[in-house]
């Protein structure tokens, strides 16, 4: 769904800059001014990250969500608890995928946007996670408005289905009246009649007792984003049989 990828990008921002506060915080309270010295030491280990020189560290979601994940046990078990270090690692999944160019979908990214903000929220940074939560709502807003335009609704079908089953009754009826007013009630008028009303009545039967079936027109795939044009992802389900 079109605007995912400025989502989570806009997700990744935040947990750098609200989480860099509540890290620098109870780094000094446990590390003293040694902090910095051993939040980098989460750095050499991970070769996809280059900090500055110094006295420096470039506060982004990654680095943040490292030394949560490093420094959890000697300094955020007391302020988070086992559930917020579940959204850590998940969150360090997913931004390593987004990072990867992997492909993330709605439902991913709604997933990120709720995850990204309850840890926001559990560690204090109030405003970020709000931002989040008003995007969350957005984006579901923005899913269930597109099921509502893909499916008809389900009452017009049955109005549409006892609509046409009345009038295939009506034209069976107005039928063989005027074929027996026409004819007579000789055998041959009699079967023709009958033969016109079995046709009427299977046709008004079938229109009857089939079940609706929601109809699509062309929208994306809240799964991979494509465009399609039923139910079912083609592409979806090529993905999986792979």
Known sequence: MAGDNERIKLTLELLG???CPIIEQEMKAVYQDAWIDRAKESFRNSPVTSQPEGEAIRWDAHSTLL???????????????????????????????????????????????????RLLSAAGATEEA?????????????????????????????RERMRDAIIFLICAIVTVYVILRSYGTEVPAIFFA?????????????????????????????????????????????????
């Open 17 to 19: 800059s609200g989480l």
């Open 67 to 117: 030394i949560l994940w490093d420094h959890w046990n000697s300094v955020f078990r007391n302020r988070l608890t086992p559930l917020e270090r579940s959204f850590v690692g998940e969150l360090r999944e997913y931004r390593n995928r987004w990072a990867h160019q992997s492909q993330i979908n709605t439902a991913d990214t709604l997933r990120i946007l709720d995850t990204a903000s």
């Open 130 to 158: 709000r931002q989040l939560q008003v995007e969350r709502d957005k984006l579901l807003h923005q899913i269930l408005q597109q099921q509502g335009k893909n499916v008809y609704d389900a009452s017009d079908h049955h």
């Open 194 to 242: 009958a033969f016109v009303a079995s046709v009427f009545g299977f046709l008004a039967y079938q229109r009857w007792v089939t079940p609706d079936r929601p109809t699509y027109g062309a929208h994306e795939c809240t799964n991979c984003g494509k465009i399609i044009y039923g139910e079912a992802c083609p592409y979806c389900n090529e993905n999986n049989l792979t």
